[in-house]
Every structure is written in C-alpha cells, then in structure tokens.
C-alpha cells in the first residue's frame, strides 16, 4: 500500500494529520499481518481521505481475476468490505486506538468486469453511525467513472468504542 501525498491538502480535507498518519499505520499493520486481503491490498495507492471517506486506486492483475481474466467476485468483495472498514476507521478522530468494525451484512451487486491492467478506484463513504452499528457504501468504480460494483454493508463496532461515539 503506498500513499500518493501530491495532493495531500485537496484531497485529505476534514481529516487530521494524526489520524491520516493513524489510518495509513492501520494499512501498513494488515499488510504485515498478512492474512487473507494481503494480495488485494498489497498495491493499493492510497487517493483521498476525509470524515467517513476512503478512496483507494488499484491495477487489477492476474491474481485478482477469474479465469476469464476479469476481477473476481471474491476479490471485489474483499475489496469493498475492507476499504468499507477504513471508511468506519476514518471517524475515530479522537480515539487514541482505532478499530475495525466487524462486518454483520453485505450486500454486493457486480455490475461490469475489470481485466488485468485497468485500473480500479474502490471508494467507501460511512452514511450512517449509531453507538453499535456503522453502515457504509461502497463501490469499485474503473478509471473512467463506469461502475464494477457496489454495496451496502453494515459493521458491528466492537463493545469497547460504544462509549466513544
């Protein structure tokens, strides 16, 4: 995961510099981690930030796809479901830890293909925040504005944050 900083003040407006830095350890955390989302993860540049927002940008290769060379269901929905949770990341300006939310639905709906080598913009928006639930849009879009899929999903935030909303 790399940052593209050359539009740092356009694109990272209502978000502070800690928590910007916060969220990019997060990233850098799962990366080492490993585990499951790693390969869908591990080239993703890193486009806006802001409130409840994320956007990332990705080149689909190989082992993202299906054997029909186009972007795997299963790796949209890795995709959207984590870039979702950063996007519930991106409010926890005043935590001193941040955390994920642990997703309890999703819903997807796959709309077109991406064949290795487009390029792919993953974008996730919190559209609403109660003390346990975060519900989250999210959407995989290519370069040129037409969409690849999208959904709607909802994360559990864990116990310990419910007094911090």
């Not at 941040?98 to 996730?124: H, R, Y």
Request: a neutral charge.
């Amino acid at each position: 995961m790399t940052s593209d900083n050359s539009n740092n003040n356009n694109n990272n407006s209502g978000i502070s510099k800690v928590l910007y830095e916060k969220v990019e350890n997060a990233l850098q955390d799962v990366l080492e981690y490993g585990g499951y989302s790693v390969d869908a993860f591990k080239s993703m540049k890193l486009k806006k930030i802001r409130y409840g927002y994320i956007e990332f940008e990705i080149t689909v290769t190989k082992e993202l796809t299906n054997s029909l060379g186009s972007l795997h269901g299963g790796a949209s929905s890795t995709l959207l479901d984590g870039i979702g949770a950063f996007s519930y990341m991106c409010t926890q300006e005043n935590q001193k830890e941040l955390t994920f939310g642990v997703t309890v639905n999703m819903n997807t709906n796959f709309i077109s293909g991406a064949a290795i080598g487009e390029t792919i913009i993953i974008k996730a928006q919190v559209e609403k925040l109660t003390k346990t639930l975060c519900f989250t849009k999210a959407t995989i879009e290519k370069d040129d504005g037409s969409l690849v899929s999208t959904a709607q999903i909802i994360y559990k935030i864990p116990p310990k944050f419910y007094s911090k909303l």
